[in-house]
């Protein structure tokens, strides 16, 4: 069955370049993915959905089909809307238009379904279910179909998305010998949406975090700044990324989205813009640096156990009294009795265990301390009783969960413990915030991983009475709903505004306009408490786009409800950038040039991301230099880092041609 979405008006013909796409999906990120390719960079797409509503996502009344169309409707509304206010700002609507999206309903994504998809024609296949056996499968069948084929792959599994990229490249080599090294590089690209968006959903409950993007050795951190008072200059960093709006650090403000006007977030301003911006928060570019190699034992982690979690602090206190005791009498009888010390302490013990014959005949001195013994003797029974007890019962518990300790204040409350609530675990502990879980399902993927963090968790219903407080919602600082159900997420957040009003909240929602109704309404009826709402699919659908146009997308960071894109670029073929200086490569609201590789051609690494250093470039990551001068003229040899928006980057990929030719 197919179905098609109107085209829209006053479009401008597509790049002959270009050859259609194919997006694969049974949630949001397929439907927000097919929406970054036909309004942002102008591609043909075909978009594969299974054609009934998912058993999984019971909140979501419509199809999928059904909702992918709602989704196009409302941004061909929107672009409509904007179609007059381009103005030639970068930041503004460059959609050079395309056709309709055609839509296919196709319960799995089999041979059939994908050659009616036109995968053996097509420039690029993303396969983004959010089962990974589904999509491997589906990826092994493309590569049969069409062995140049660009694929854009979701996987959960880091280690074995990087085996399945290198066997899908060398499938690719092998099948097209003459393959371009950059294409065979690019032709397989394996994504997280969860690792893509954690950091975004970890950094909403820290006032003024910072956003990082690491991929293997590369690491770039964006930090926000508050405002600065009167009189003082914000430190700008190596430069400045973004202006966040104006009431962004008001609680009761509006939070920025590509619809707030001037009042929402300015991306890649100018320096006249930045000098304007007063009571403005800003994003910085604040430390380049390479991270280490990934440690053997985890965070928090190990295999063994401390004796503070074998035995209770009264045990171990009550075992420090005896041998205090037994350490006392062994210097009393040698006060006492002249003897040695060593044969002094012998006595004594023997006395405590009562394995001493009676001090029949000996002085007092050595009677009484022979009965005092013998007490400290009954004292020691119970005690190696209750350690044997206790030592059992931390053995049997070891793998078992946490709860939450007496007396926990200041720690973040995370609902759900799914793809997304354990990748934003892993950074919450990262940075060193305590964090107690509240997950339904024992067996849910992230219990192993909050079990081996040492993290409390509560196992219950959030939505029934009591689970909340039993993870201390009143003594906690955020609260982030990540679960996959929408209504779960709103009655969490509700509740817990009910027990500490002024709480920081952090919603997952899937639709936008549900979400901005529901943000709107906390933010109303909680002026003084901070309320965000994020959507994975759209913070991940921006780097699956760019994998897919063959780029090599570094990261993303999010700019309230705007993402930025960090990639690296060629800088032949594009005369935005060839011929000119950094300053004037430069478009306010499009795109910066960041950073140079200094390698030379021949021996640039492929993937700027991997770990290791171009030799001679010292500390430099990758051979990469940051501070560039801003009259340094940009050759066709230059490969460059670059911060873009979505439209800006789409912009200077249409300047040159979508795809490469095959």
């Known amino acids: 069955m197919l179905g098609h979405v109107p085209p829209l008006p006053q479009q401008p013909q597509r790049s002959p370049f270009s050859s259609h796409m194919v997006v694969c999906g049974d949630d949001a990120l397929a439907q927000r993915l097919a929406v970054e390719l036909r309004y942002v960079y102008g591609e043909r797409v075909t978009l594969v959905l299974p054609p009934g509503p998912d058993p999984g996502r019971p909140e979501l009344p419509l199809t999928g089909r059904g909702r992918a169309a709602a989704l196009f409707g409302r941004m061909s509304s929107a672009m409509s809307r904007n179609g007059g206010n381009g103005g030639g700002n970068g930041d503004s609507d460059t959609n050079a238009g395309v056709e309709a999206v055609r839509i296919i309903q196709a319960h799995e994504p089999s041979d059939e379904a994908l050659e009616e998809a036109g995968v053996a024609t097509a420039a690029a296949l993303a396969l983004v279910y959010d089962d990974d056996e589904r999509n491997i499968r589906a990826a092994l069948t493309a590569r049969r179909l069409n062995p140049r084929v660009r694929l854009v792959i979701r996987l959960y599994n880091r280690k074995l998305g990087q085996h399945l990229e290198t066997l899908l490249d060398q499938a690719a080599a092998v099948a097209s010998p003459g ?37 293997e050795g590369l690491l770039l951190r964006a930090a926000e700044r508050t405002p600065p008072r009167d009189g003082q200059v914000a430190d700008p960093g190596l430069c400045t990324l973004a202006l966040l709006s104006s009431t962004t650090h008001d609680p009761a403000g509006t939070e920025g989205s590509d619809s707030s006007g001037d009042e929402g977030p300015q991306l890649l301003p100018d320096r006249t813009a930045v000098a304007a911006a007063t009571g403005r928060g800003t994003v910085v570019l604040e430390a380049v640096s390479q991270s280490g190699p990934a440690s053997s034992t985890p965070l928090m982690g190990g295999r063994g156990a401390p004796l503070s979690q074998i035995f209770s602090r009264r045990l171990r206190w009550s075992a420090l009294g005896v041998g205090t005791a037994v350490l006392a009498l062994a210097v009393a009888s040698t006060f006492t009795t002249g003897d040695d010390p060593l044969h002094a302490a012998y006595l004594t013990l023997l006395d405590l265990f009562a394995m001493g014959d009676p001090a029949i005949g000996d002085p007092t001195a050595r009677q009484i301390i022979q009965l005092l013994s013998g007490v400290a003797g009954l004292m020691l029974l119970p005690l190696l009783v209750a350690g044997v007890l206790e030592a059992f019962g931390s053995l049997r518990t070891v793998s078992s969960l946490r709860r939450p300790p007496r007396g926990l204040s200041g720690h973040v409350v995370l609902l759900g413990l799914g793809k997304i609530g354990t990748r934003v675990l892993v950074q919450l502990r990262e940075l060193g915030i305590p964090v107690v879980c509240v997950e339904d399902d024992p067996d849910a993927r992230g219990i192993p991983v909050a079990r081996r963090l040492h993290v409390p968790v509560v196992i219950g219903d959030v939505t029934q009475e009591g689970v909340l407080e039993a993870a201390k919602i009143r003594r906690s600082r955020a609260l982030l709903a990540l679960t996959s159900i929408d209504t779960t997420n709103l009655e969490a957040a509700l509740y817990a505004r009910s027990v500490k009003p002024d709480l920081r909240v952090t919603l ?47 990261g993303a ?6 993402v930025m894109l960090f990639a690296a670029i060629e800088v032949a073929g594009h005369p935005q950038l060839e011929g000119r200086t950094v300053e004037q490569a430069f478009r306010s609201g499009a795109w910066r040039v960041l950073a140079l590789d200094v390698a030379p051609p021949a021996d640039r690494r492929p993937d700027l991301t991997a770990p290791g250093t171009v030799p001679g470039s010292g500390d430099r990551p990758g051979g990469l230099v940051w501070n560039l001068h801003p009259g340094y003229v940009l050759r066709p040899t230059d490969r460059v880092v670059i911060a873009a928006t979505r439209r800006g980057l789409a912009e200077l990929l249409r300047g040159r041609g979508s795809l490469t030719p095959r």
Request: charged share 20%; aromatic share 4%; net charge positive.
């Open 179 to 215: 393959l371009d090294p950059t294409a065979l590089d690019a032709s397989t690209t394996v994504l997280s949406d969860a690792d893509t968006a954690a950091p975004a959903l970890a950094a909403t409950a820290l006032a003024g975090s910072s956003k990082v993007i690491q991929a």
């Open 557 to 562: 960071v999010p700019v309230e409800r705007k």
């Open 508 to 554: 997952r929602l899937f639709d936008d306009e549900f979400a901005t109704a529901v943000y709107r309404t906390l933010r109303t009826a909680h002026p003084q408490a901070l309320t965000r709402s994020r959507s994975v699919s759209h913070l991940a659908a921006p780097s699956f786009a760019v994998a897919m146009m063959g780029r090599q997308i570094l």
